[in-house]
């Protein structure tokens, strides 16, 4: 077995209805990239208070995230799984980056200035949010971070900011790390309305298929979806969005190119795609939901998080004192 050297990170917040945008953009990342690099996969529970949070419902969301990492086939004896605020790293990191960024890179983030909608009593929390989530990668002197597209900003942010770092203190104080975008799932979009992202705060349950589902829903969910009146099943994004979104993630499921379903179902109508697409989904998301259900009660998820806690607090320690002691902060060089 070749060694693996580049480290992998990435996070998902426990706000319930992990979708399959979720799994497609990132998820299978997820999975897939323990082949190639030591992976650290957090439930960012800091994240997750930046809008108010009922703290018994976020402890199960934290717990079934964390089932949900397995059920997909992340294995916990190779890959990190913990929570994020089991390691103090990440806050002390996160108000040293403050430090180091300009008010005006971000007011820039899209992702705030849509959840604040320009008003001036956003959380402020919101407002860091991108430099809490810049400290979880730099944390961990991450290579790779796989993600959705809705993050890219705020990779490049973390880009940014480890550069501008660097070039202060040298360039041994971070690494820079990479976002890894997948071609087919990157921006999965409502089913209902394919002109917004699926997510999962959405107030109706037919924009998304949750992974947790049952297969009537997501069978109902798909066959209601937003398409067209013109009737032909192309891929073209600007025109034909609601299609064109039922052909990437169909594809991004099978693993057949969008151009070959076009071909696959040439002179057929939108009820034969739609009818087998949800097959697809259904019998995917069939052993996540089986393996889910075995893992959600078992007791060994609080080990993996207690074991991933100590793991990930291993590598945090010692980055957050290199990053200090080039900052001049502490009294340890004393
Ligand atoms: P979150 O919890 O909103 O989403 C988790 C992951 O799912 C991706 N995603 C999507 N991909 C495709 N289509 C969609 N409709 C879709 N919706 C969401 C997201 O891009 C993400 O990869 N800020 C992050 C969590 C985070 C993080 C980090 C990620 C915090 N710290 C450090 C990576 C590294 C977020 O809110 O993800």
């Known amino acids: ?74 294995d916990p004896k190779d ?20 430090c180091c960024s300009y008010t005006g890179e971000l007011s820039r983030m899209t992702q705030f200035k849509d959840k604040s909608r320009g008003g001036d009593s956003a959380p402020t929390g919101l407002f860091t949010y991108p430099l809490l989530m810049a400290a979880d990668i730099l944390l961990y002197d991450s290579d790779v971070v796989p993600v959705g597209q809705d993050q890219k900003q705020h990779i490049e942010l973390t880009r940014d900011l480890a550069v501008r ?20 799932g990157a921006r999965v979009m409502a089913l209902d309305d394919p002109a917004a992202k699926m997510s999962k705060s959405a107030e109706s349950e037919m924009s998304r298929i949750s992974l947790l589902d049952d297969e009537s829903k997501i069978k109902k969910a798909i066959m209601r979806a937003t398409t067209d009146s013109d009737g032909e099943i192309r891929y073209d994004a600007e025109n034909k969005p609601g299609v064109s979104n039922l052909l990437s993630i169909y594809s991004a499921f099978s693993g057949r190119s969008t151009a070959l379903l076009e071909k696959d179902y040439a002179g ?13 989904v259904v019998l995917a998301l069939r052993p996540i939901r089986r393996q889910y259900d075995d893992i959600r009660g078992s007791q060994e998820l609080a ?32």
Not at 303 to 328: H, P, T, W, Y
């Open 165 to 184: 770092i660097n070039n202060r203190f040298g360039d041994d104080t971070f690494v820079v790390p990479e976002g890894r975008f997948l071609k087919e």
């Open 79 to 98: 890959a990190t799984i913990f929570v994020q605020s089991d390691v103090p790293g990440h806050a002390e990191l996160s108000w040293l980056l403050t």
């Open 268 to 280: 057929q109508g939108y009820g034969a795609l739609k009818k087998d697409l949800a097959e697809v």
């Open 1 to 74: 077995m070749t060694e693996k050297t580049i480290r992998v990170f990435s996070g998902v917040q426990p706000t319930g209805n992990i979708h399959i945008g979720n799994y497609l953009g990132a998820l299978k990342q997820f999975v897939a990239l323990q082949e190639e690099g030591k992976c650290i996969y957090c439930i960012v529970d800091l994240h997750a208070v930046t809008l108010p949070k009922d703290p018994a419902e976020l402890r199960e969301n934290i717990l079934d995230v964390a089932a949900l990492y397995l059920a997909i086939g992340i």
């Open 303 to 334: 080990l993996v998080l207690k074991d991933g806690a100590e793991r990930a607090n291993g590598i945090a320690e010692g980055v957050v004192q290199r990053v200090k002691d080039k900052f001049g902060l502490g009294t340890k060089r004393l």
